[in-house]
């Protein structure tokens, strides 16, 4: 606030920047919950491209990760 104050001469609340932020990034990475809601999608669209399904018509394996939890990975080091 002070910052933002003393730079541009315009008084902006903590409350009014956070929710100004969380704008901002809900629309350079897209919501949270509406990128769940096309998980089902891709495992439709896997099925049908994928010769590898069990007889049962499950699929055998199937993983999924969040990219930062595969970025952490290359500085872990195990004790």
């Known amino acids: 606030d002070v910052q933002i104050s003393f730079n541009l001469g315009v008084n902006v609340s903590y409350q009014k920047a956070w929710r100004s932020k969380e704008y901002i990034v809900n629309i350079l990475k897209g919501d949270a919950v509406e990128s769940y809601t096309l998980i089902p999608n891709f495992f439709?669209?896997?099925?049908?491209?994928?010769?590898?399904?069990?007889?049962?018509?499950?699929?055998?394996?199937?993983?999924?990760?969040f990219g930062a939890s595969i970025e952490g990975w290359k500085y872990y080091r195990p004790n």
Not at 44 to 65: P, R
């Open 44 to 65: 439709d669209k896997l099925v049908e491209s994928n010769s590898k399904i069990h007889d049962s018509g499950h699929f055998m394996f199937c993983f999924m990760t």
